[in-house]
């Protein structure tokens, strides 16, 4: 019986840059800030995008809103991906071990720090630090599958 069969692969852009602040801790904030910041800005701007092709129309006022928007929700994610990647970094080299208790804990920090940041109360904090940490091992355990 004849077999026909498929295939093809899809590979992402890869952009790398380096900014160097003269200490790895720093290095590796600062790049998880930029990267997540840049896909929350990013997000934003499909956003906002599709509503205006769903309007039909742009206005200079939402384009001034959408960049506005666009700043604070990359502001936002970035500040979120520097602190995880800085607290797992940390994590790292405190622990002396590269493993998933490292992303675990990164995550439970992260999720704890940010919450508090935005003034919840001390439930909302513990249940954050819980999503945190469940969140970013789920993600390490899934880089072990591939």
Do not use: Q
């Not at 994590?91 to 003034?119: C, Q, Y």
């Amino acid at each position: 019986m004849p077999r026909s069969t498929l295939s093809g692969s899809i590979s992402s852009p890869k952009v790398f840059f380096g900014i160097d602040m003269g200490n790895a801790f720093l290095n590796h904030t600062v790049d998880g800030f930029l990267k997540i910041g840049a896909v929350g800005a990013g997000k934003v701007a499909a956003e906002e995008t599709f509503e205006c092709l769903k309007r039909g129309s742009i206005s200079k006022d939402k384009a001034e809103h959408a960049l506005k928007k666009m700043l604070k929700e990359g502001a936002y994610w970035g500040a979120v991906g520097g602190l995880y990647v800085g607290t797992e970094y940390g994590m790292e080299r405190i622990r002396g071990t590269r493993d998933w208790k490292n992303a675990m804990l990164g995550g439970a920090l992260t999720g704890a720090i940010m919450s508090a940041v935005s003034n919840h109360g001390k439930d909302k904090v513990v249940k954050d630090a819980i999503t945190g940490a469940a969140v970013a091992t789920a993600a390490e355990f899934i880089n072990y599958l591939t």
